[in-house]
Protein backbone atom coordinates (compact mmCIF):
# COMPACT_ATOMS: atom_id res chain seq x y z
CA UNK A 1 0.00 0.00 0.00
CA UNK A 2 1.22 3.75 -1.09
CA UNK A 3 1.55 5.73 1.81
CA UNK A 4 2.49 9.30 1.77
CA UNK A 5 3.07 10.98 4.92
CA UNK A 6 2.68 15.21 4.95
CA UNK A 7 3.57 17.56 7.69
CA UNK A 8 4.11 21.22 7.82
CA UNK A 9 0.72 22.92 7.63
CA UNK A 10 -0.76 25.48 10.01
CA UNK A 11 -1.66 28.85 10.72
CA UNK A 12 0.17 31.97 9.73
CA UNK A 13 -0.18 35.22 8.78
CA UNK A 14 -0.27 37.01 5.74
CA UNK A 15 3.26 37.69 4.09
CA UNK A 16 4.19 34.59 6.30
CA UNK A 17 6.02 31.26 5.07
CA UNK A 18 5.55 27.69 5.77
CA UNK A 19 7.28 24.40 4.57
CA UNK A 20 5.25 21.16 3.87
CA UNK A 21 6.58 18.27 3.37
CA UNK A 22 5.88 14.95 2.15
CA UNK A 23 7.71 11.50 2.85
CA UNK A 24 7.03 8.64 0.52
CA UNK A 25 8.44 5.25 0.24
CA UNK A 26 11.39 4.72 -2.14
CA UNK A 27 9.78 3.13 -4.95
CA UNK A 28 6.91 5.59 -5.43
CA UNK A 29 9.51 8.81 -5.03
CA UNK A 30 12.00 7.17 -7.97
CA UNK A 31 9.80 6.58 -10.16
CA UNK A 32 6.48 9.04 -9.61
CA UNK A 33 5.81 12.65 -10.50
CA UNK A 34 5.42 14.47 -7.04
CA UNK A 35 3.14 17.00 -6.46
CA UNK A 36 0.69 19.18 -4.04
CA UNK A 37 -2.74 19.95 -4.18
CA UNK A 38 -5.31 22.38 -2.58
CA UNK A 39 -8.52 22.28 -1.89
CA UNK A 40 -10.24 25.31 0.06
CA UNK A 41 -13.96 24.70 1.01
CA UNK A 42 -16.60 24.54 -1.39
CA UNK A 43 -14.19 25.16 -3.89
CA UNK A 44 -12.69 21.68 -6.04
CA UNK A 45 -9.42 20.98 -5.42
CA UNK A 46 -7.05 21.79 -8.10
CA UNK A 47 -3.23 21.53 -9.04
CA UNK A 48 -0.65 23.57 -6.98
CA UNK A 49 2.99 22.38 -8.22
CA UNK A 50 4.49 19.13 -9.61
CA UNK A 51 7.63 17.70 -9.76
CA UNK A 52 8.74 14.99 -12.14
CA UNK A 53 11.39 12.26 -11.04
CA UNK A 54 13.64 14.19 -13.19
CA UNK A 55 13.27 17.45 -11.25
CA UNK A 56 11.39 19.04 -13.90
CA UNK A 57 8.47 21.64 -12.31
CA UNK A 58 5.12 22.70 -12.91
CA UNK A 59 2.88 25.54 -11.08
CA UNK A 60 -0.28 27.10 -10.99
CA UNK A 61 -0.06 30.53 -11.71
CA UNK A 62 -1.85 31.92 -8.60
CA UNK A 63 1.55 31.04 -7.03
CA UNK A 64 4.14 31.07 -9.98
CA UNK A 65 7.16 33.16 -8.11
CA UNK A 66 5.51 32.42 -4.26
CA UNK A 67 5.73 28.68 -4.26
CA UNK A 68 8.63 26.57 -4.46
CA UNK A 69 8.51 22.59 -4.81
CA UNK A 70 11.69 20.42 -4.23
CA UNK A 71 12.43 16.96 -3.88
CA UNK A 72 15.39 15.20 -1.37
CA UNK A 73 16.48 11.98 -2.99
CA UNK A 74 18.45 10.93 -0.01
CA UNK A 75 14.99 11.46 2.48
CA UNK A 76 12.25 10.30 -0.34
CA UNK A 77 10.60 13.07 0.74
CA UNK A 78 8.67 16.27 -1.14
CA UNK A 79 8.91 19.70 -0.21
CA UNK A 80 6.59 22.71 -0.50
CA UNK A 81 8.13 26.41 0.35
CA UNK A 82 5.25 28.71 0.40
CA UNK A 83 6.34 32.34 1.00
CA UNK A 84 4.30 35.41 0.68
CA UNK A 85 1.36 33.39 1.86
CA UNK A 86 -2.23 35.03 1.09
CA UNK A 87 -5.24 34.41 2.65
CA UNK A 88 -6.60 33.04 -0.69
CA UNK A 89 -3.97 30.09 0.28
CA UNK A 90 -6.23 29.36 3.16
CA UNK A 91 -6.80 25.03 1.90
CA UNK A 92 -6.24 21.22 3.21
CA UNK A 93 -2.77 21.07 1.00
CA UNK A 94 -2.60 17.10 -0.37
CA UNK A 95 0.77 15.62 -1.83
CA UNK A 96 -0.12 13.11 -5.04
CA UNK A 97 2.00 10.70 -6.31
CA UNK A 98 0.95 10.39 -10.01
CA UNK A 99 1.86 7.59 -12.75
CA UNK A 100 0.36 6.86 -15.77
CA UNK A 101 -3.71 5.93 -14.64
CA UNK A 102 -2.01 5.43 -10.87
CA UNK A 103 -2.91 8.33 -7.93
CA UNK A 104 -2.05 8.07 -4.59
CA UNK A 105 -2.94 10.78 -1.87
CA UNK A 106 -1.81 12.00 1.69
CA UNK A 107 -4.27 12.84 4.60
CA UNK A 108 -3.88 16.47 3.80
CA UNK A 109 -2.24 19.20 5.66
CA UNK A 110 -4.32 22.38 6.78
CA UNK A 111 -2.93 25.76 5.96
CA UNK A 112 -4.48 28.71 7.40
CA UNK A 113 -3.63 32.24 6.09
CA UNK A 114 -5.11 35.03 8.52
CA UNK A 115 -4.51 37.66 10.75
Known amino acids: ?5 ESGGGKVQPGGSLR ?3 AASRIIFRIYTMGWYRQAPGKQRELVATITNIES ?3 A ?3 RGRFT ?3 DAAKDTVYLQ ?3 L ?3 DTAV ?3 NAHLGPNDHWGQGTQVTVSS
Open 93 to 95: YYC
Open 57 to 59: TNY
Open 69 to 71: ISR
Open 61 to 63: DSV
Open 1 to 5: QVQLV
Open 20 to 22: LSC
Open 82 to 84: MNS
Open 86 to 88: KPE
